[in-house]
């Protein structure tokens, strides 16, 4: 039996947190509002009205481009994408199609490269509740700037999929352009899943499309779903349908929603009512010159410059925040350090086993967190009369564990260091009693 691959491509929604919408003057911030109370005769799809595109939107669209290593194009422009549902009160929805803001990026991951094919920014649609066997429509949430990101169809499990998702999460956070917080609906997956045999090179002619996953969790469960049932299509020599699907959470499993459409379905032409945009060589520098150190680059500085562990590093990365605060606490600690003449080592890790192991809350301020620092990593003073003391009782009391160690388990010094710290109640230094407790073992 020939062994079946599966091709997998990601379509990820983000929804920028502008003040306004894309294309008129509401507001964006829809979340928790009364139903239709943030529309306009734009937002709408009035007869007659007209959009006027959100700058903001588009800079914030070129900013995600860059940080996704993309080529910005020069010249770009929207387009209508026409298609009829009770979401979408024009008939159409103003996206790009031909020539997005940006394509051709890469991020790698997990030392795995992922192309981006586009990142395009269109108009969010209305917001369908489906209730006591009806469906409402809340136009708040029509016209919100939505940035789409489409990838390359590079991956092959689930693991893959949901480590890009979160380090894309991150770095869309770390700029600051939206909370991308899927339960509010802000970041939205849409995975497209197909399997071929392992020895074929053209991809499958067909593609299934699994709609608005809002959890990491999900995606990769969704996918794991539909590649055993493609799989078990395919060995019965059958074609899987092209299509749409749903993901149902509590049953794990996919459900048909309506066939898939193509590019031409949608009849695309360029939207009369907005110009072509033109970017000046100068214009998206400028944009460039805001991006920030992304979490893979700050991780990889922490691991060079500051001499953390790598999974250390990574973890303290994972939150912009976090990583401010980290960077705050190890700079007053130095100065401090440096005043005090304090003999402290390898402070930034320290510091870091602090912060991860949240032995220090991370929710006081810097100074009373360096204060407590100070005295959890300053060396202690130790009483060496009692520490032989304590060391010869608790020796006499742990036959077992030093005849352990004498039959070379050394990890079992670790319990008789533990226990005489806990009988020095912290007063002691930890090397100093492993030191001594290896004299009195020998």
């Known amino acids: 039996m020939n062994k079946y691959k599966p091709v997998i491509g990601l379509e990820i929604h983000v929804e920028l947190k502008t003040k306004s919408k894309m294309f008129c003057q509401c507001d964006a911030n829809y979340f928790g509002k009364k139903p239709n109370s943030q529309v306009c005769p734009v937002c709408l799809g009035m007869p007659g009205a007209l959009p006027v595109p959100n700058k903001h939107a588009i800079e914030w669209t070129i900013l995600i481009g860059q940080a996704l290593n993309c080529h910005i194009n020069h010249n770009s422009k929207f387009d209508r994408k026409h298609y009829f549902y009770p979401d979408l009160p024009k008939g159409y929805q103003i996206s790009q199609y031909d020539n997005p803001i940006a394509s051709k990026g890469k991020i790698t991951v997990a030392n795995k490269l992922f192309g981006i094919t586009r990142v395009h920014l269109e108009e969010d649609t209305a917001k369908l509740i ?77 593609k299934v499309e699994i709609k608005n996953i809002n959890s990491f969790s999900f995606v990769k469960k969704s996918i794991e779903y539909e590649i055993k049932r493609q799989t078990e299509i395919l060995e019965k020599g059958e074609i899987p349908k092209q299509e749409t699907r749903g993901f149902n959470e509590a049953k794990g499993k996919t459900f048909s929603q309506r066939s898939k459409e193509e590019a031409q379905d949608y009849r695309y032409f360029p939207e009369p009512d907005i110009p072509p945009m033109k970017f000046t060589d100068e214009f998206l520098e ?62 930034e890790q320290n510091i870091a086993n602090l912060v991860i192991n949240k032995k220090i809350p991370v929710n006081i301020t810097v100074g009373e967190f360096v204060k407590r620092a100070f005295s959890e990593l300053a060396p202690k003073e130790t009483d060496l009369g009692k520490l032989d003391i304590v060391i010869k009782c608790l020796i006499e009391e742990n036959r077992k564990v030093v005849d352990d160690y004498k039959n070379g388990k050394t990890n079992a010094i670790m319990f008789l260091v533990g226990q005489v710290m806990k009988e020095m109640k912290g007063q002691a230094d930890a090397q100093i009693v492993k030191k001594k407790i290896i004299e009195k073992i020998k």
């Open 130 to 206: 489906h209730d006591d066997g009806g469906t409402l429509v809340d136009f708040n949430r029509s016209g919100v700037p939505l940035v789409e990101i489409v990838t390359e169809p590079n991956f092959e499990n689930s693991d893959d999929v949901k480590k890009f998702l979160e380090e894309l999460q991150i770095i869309i956070r770390y700029l600051n352009v939206s909370d991308a917080d899927m339960e509010k609906g802000t970041m939205r997956l849409e995975p497209n899943i197909s399997v071929k045999l392992e020895d074929q090179s053209k991809l499958p002619n067909y």
């Open 286 to 347: 400028n944009i460039k010159n805001e991006l920030p150190e992304l979490p893979a680059q700050k991780t990889e500085r922490y691991v060079k410059e500051l001499g953390l562990k790598y999974k250390d590093a990574f973890i303290i990365t994972r939150s912009k925040e976090l990583a401010k605060y980290f960077e705050e606490v190890n700079s007053k600690f130095k100065i401090q350090n440096l005043k005090l003449n304090s003999k402290i080592k390898n402070v």
